[in-house]
């Protein structure tokens, strides 16, 4: 490696290096000083943790409050430190590569500074609005700012880090052809290595999940509504009872098109457990780093930039709450649809148009509203192909991008309109109520849309559906933005997402579910990360038109784009880093919280409850017809019956409170933290039919209720 670059201008790059560190400083100052800074990023355990480590100091004020004291310099000393170090690791390693220069300190800090130009005026924008923002009487701003500054922290602080790492490297300025690059001996070896990380990442992954998933069940946290009630489907078409759970209105069909589970048919016949779907569901969503880092490798042409962007899949935080949810909830079909999702994509891409449709088809059975995010697809990828030279377009491609369009908007269309409405005795899909004052049926949303666009345009154009676009592109690095076709092929889905308005009143604790947006604490986000990632995979491809017209034009403010190895990296470290405030998976501060509600002591190590509710288990029948309340409602599931003990009015009781005639047990758990029922005398059966019902003296230490019907 020649270094072309003379050695006075070290000083020069130093002090351009050094700058970047100082307003990147700056920004942590700011947001970790802000008093509602340590509520809103962490608990308050980690939060004094971490501020020590930076070398701040964190008090608690007599309300209970906690104030942060981070001094500007100790941060920056702290940061350089950091920056000096991974300088140092760069240059050894460019030292050992072959044809390495004696000089690549300058080069590393000349080119890292070069890449951080755009971060140094993003800082200083911000923290001009950040101090002025409480000038005003914006309180949307103000708002606007605090929700994106845990985003725009790790997006500085990825950029920072990947810059340096990434620094005197050899990005290719070609037309990023996958296919000539990996043909080379070297390319092969480096694409069998990075696939083997690659691999061994997601096995540790998938480990992970499940590991996590089996100590919430084994804890007595998982949900029946949403999650074992999916193994409870599979229970009663192998005994009979029609594909459904007792939870439902009738047949599962009236609630969702969602058959996708019913493909594991076959291994609940080997195996019936909710478990074994639990495991299958954290592999479908540990596979997916495989199209990610096939579409990544096709576009960029770099076995090493495919292997960064496919890491950055497993730290992706709205990913997480996919596998758990914010209320716990750890099982959804989504989870078996996102994998066909994206190999459909991945196969379209390389022109292997009958597997990606089967793989699309399958993706179809996860819910009806995936067929939105396919159709688009389907529309995607005709823009692309009519976008290129007459000679070059594939009428095969063609046929088949409208074809897939076309049908997915009759599936949906088939499946709102007529299909759901027939299974539920013409009552409109249930979720049209998610939708708040804008109507309670697709007629009314339409009628709203057409009627009153600014109500519509009101809820589009607002704080939340920023906040929303932040959090889903940011672990990516924003790298997606940069192709707003491709990420086009989500706007239905997303502008749907962000019409949604469920109830957000307060609930149980600071922590409380219902106090969080559903997007992407939920679930409902799900088809839209196969379309970010596929966006963010053809944005490293170098040399395009649109590439070269902003290189040209804006040059000093895209720089932090330019480079697929860099903009990959700054991807990995921005999900590394977004994760950090916001996942409840080990690579967030919040599972090692001790005080936290969903850290690891609270939810992973103690199932005491779990151990008590199975020795009652031992001694009821199989043949009973059991009600309980959630939670322990996940583990009676393959009892004759197993119905829902709520206020809850249920069909299977002629929506009459209280529970079904031939019930045989109650169940009532009296130490969950949303448990309405604490002792005997609040129990209405006992209450209002003692002749009825006979109290149980197995109550598993005075956790459970149980009931046993005196016939």
């Known amino acids: 490696m020649e270094n072309t670059l003379p050695l006075r201008r070290l000083p020069l790059a130093i002090l351009r290096l050094a700058a970047a560190v100082a307003a990147i400083a700056s920004v942590m100052v700011a947001i970790f000083n802000d008093p509602a800074g340590a509520s809103l990023w962490w608990p308050g355990d980690t939060h004094q943790m971490f501020v020590s480590a930076l070398g701040g100091t964190v008090s608690e004020q007599v309300s209970g409050e ?257 596998d758990i949810a914010i209320d716990l909830k750890t099982l959804r079909p989504s989870c078996y649809g996102l994998p066909f999702l994206f190999w459909g994509i991945d196969l379209a891409e390389s022109r292997r148009l009958r597997r990606a449709a089967v793989c699309l088809f399958i993706a179809l059975l996860t819910q009806e509203d995936f067929a939105i995010v396919i159709g688009s697809i389907g529309f995607v990828f005709l823009a692309l192909e009519l976008r290129r030279p007459m000679a070059e377009r594939c009428s095969q491609t063609i046929r088949w ?9 009759v599936w949906v269309l088939a499946a709102v309109l007529f299909v759901i409405p027939a299974f539920r005795d013409g009552a409109v899909v249930h979720y049209s109520r998610y939708f708040g004052d804008l109507g309670s049926s697709p007629g009314d949303l339409l009628r709203t849309a057409l009627t009153a666009p600014i109500r519509i345009l009101q809820i589009l154009i607002s704080q939340r559906t920023l906040l929303y676009l932040v959090v889903l592109t940011i672990p990516t690095g924003f790298l997606a933005w940069k192709r707003p076709l491709h990420l086009s092929a989500g706007l239905l889905t997303f502008v749907m997402l962000s019409l949604i308005q469920l109830d957000n009143s307060p609930g149980s604790g600071a922590e409380s579910a219902s106090a969080l947006p559903p997007v992407p604490y939920h679930h409902f986000h799900a088809p839209l990360l196969p379309v970010i990632f596929w966006a963010a995979a053809a944005a490293t491809r170098t040399g395009s038109s649109t590439s070269h017209a902003l290189k040209s034009r804006f040059r000093s403010l895209t720089c932090c784009l330019a480079g697929p190895q860099f903009a990959a990296g700054t991807a990995l470290l921005c999900a590394v880093f977004s994760a950090l405030p916001n996942s409840l998976f080990p690579c967030g501060a919040t599972f090692w919280s001790d005080t ?27 043949s009973a017809r059991v009600a309980s309340t959630d939670y322990v409602h996940a583990r009676v599931t393959h009892y004759e019956r197993s119905y829902d003990y709520s206020g809850y009015l249920r069909a299977v009781n002629n929506y009459q409170p209280g529970v079904p005639a ?35 003296p197995e109550t598993g230490n005075g956790m459970f209720l149980v009931l046993k019907r005196n016939r």
């Open 66 to 322: 906690l104030t942060t004291s981070l001094q500007w310099i100790p941060l920056f000393l702290r940061t350089a430190a950091a920056v000096v170090l991974m300088v140092s690791v760069r240059a050894f390693v460019l030292r050992m590569s072959p044809g390495g220069s004696r000089s690549t300190v300058l080069q590393i800090t000349t080119d890292a500074a070069q890449k951080l130009r755009t971060a140094v005026v993003i800082s200083l924008v911000w923290l001009v609005i950040w101090y002025l923002a409480p000038l005003s009487d914006s309180t949307a701003l103000s708002g606007l700012i605090s929700g994106t500054a845990s985003s725009l922290l790790s997006f500085l602080l990825a950029m920072l880090f990947s810059s340096v790492l990434t620094a005197a490297g050899s990005d290719p300025s070609g037309s990023g052809s996958g296919e000539a690059a990996a043909a080379t001996a070297n390319g092969r070896l480096s694409h069998i290595v990075c696939m083997s990380i690659l691999l061994a990442a997601a096995v540790a992954w998938q480990c992970t999940s499940f590991w996590m998933n089996q100590r919430l069940y084994a804890g007595l946290n998982v949900p029946h509504g949403d999650s074992a009630m999916y193994e409870e489907h599979l229970w009663n078409i192998w005994h009979g009872k029609g594909f459904r759970s007792y939870l439902d209105q009738g047949l599962f069909l009236g609630e969702h098109i969602q058959v996708i589970h019913l493909l594991l048919l076959p291994l609940h016949l080997l195996h019936p457990s909710y478990l074994m779907m639990e495991w299958v569901s954290s592999a479908c969503l540990a596979i997916c780093a495989i199209p990610v880092y096939r579409m990544t490798l096709r576009h960029s042409g770099r076995p090493t930039v495919a292997l960064l962007l496919g890491l950055s899949w497993f730290f992706c935080f709205p990913m997480h709450f996919l």
């Open 401 to 409: 991008s409208t074809a897939v369009g076309i049908f997915s908007v």
């Open 596 to 622: 936290s509600l969903f850290g690891r002591n609270n939810l992973y190590e103690q199932h005491e409850r779990g151990r008590q509710l199975e020795r009652i288990l031992s001694e009821i029948p199989e």
């Open 662 to 696: 031939d019930t045989d047990y109650i169940i009532i758990d009296t130490t969950h933290r949303y448990s309405e029922i604490r002792r005997a005398e609040d129990v209405p059966e006992l209450r209002d039919h003692p002749d009825q019902w006979d109290l149980l």
